[in-house]
């Protein structure tokens, strides 16, 4: 799937302050409902206010919705409150609001580079290469097994990208 900007859902955005200082990263999936959802929750748990974190989706589907009851539960379970996060779908300021956009899978990563401005801030990586993160809907004990899996890659990440 190829993302055409006519399909970007307009919607707000809190405004991120570049000249602050302050880093900021953007976890994206196809929905913004599974795996994107939960590695918002996860990182903002582990890194606090220091760093600006977001999530997004290549599709506008679920736009406004929580995130799924079992993302929402497994992250519960871990100690993560995520059910403040509404879906929302990746837009062209992203791509310079952001220092890193990170895609859950190779699929999403190409619908991401497909959209990238000729010029943008944001570096666009894969989450955990060189497979991603696995879609929790097509494995057996999915959701567990993604939690731990971005659980496990989200410190690694984030010191690689220079983001802590």
Avoid at 29 to 39: A, D, G, K, M
Avoid at 141 to 158: A, H, R, V
């Amino acid at each position: 799937m190829n993302l055409n900007t006519k399909y970007f859902y307009k919607i707000s955005f809190i405004p991120l302050n570049i000249s602050s200082g302050k880093k900021a990263v953007l976890f994206v999936c196809h929905e913004n409902i599974y795996r994107s959802s939960v590695c918002e929750g996860i990182c903002k748990n582990l890194v606090g206010n220091s760093l600006y974190v977001s999530s997004a989706a290549t599709s506008f589907s679920y736009t406004g919705r929580q995130p799924d009851t079992r993302s929402q539960q497994i992250c519960k379970q871990n100690g993560i409150d995520i059910s403040k996060i509404r879906a929302k779908q990746i837009i062209q300021s992203d791509f310079d609001r952001f220092n890193v956009i990170a895609a859950l899978d190779k699929s999403t990563l190409e619908n991401i580079l497909s959209i990238q401005p000729t010029r943008c801030r944001a570096k666009i990586v894969l989450f955990n290469p060189p497979r991603g993160i696995d879609d929790p809907l097509y494995h057996n004990n999915g959701f567990p097994t993604m939690f731990t899996s971005i659980s496990k890659e989200m410190k690694p990440f984030l010191t690689q990208y220079e983001l802590i």
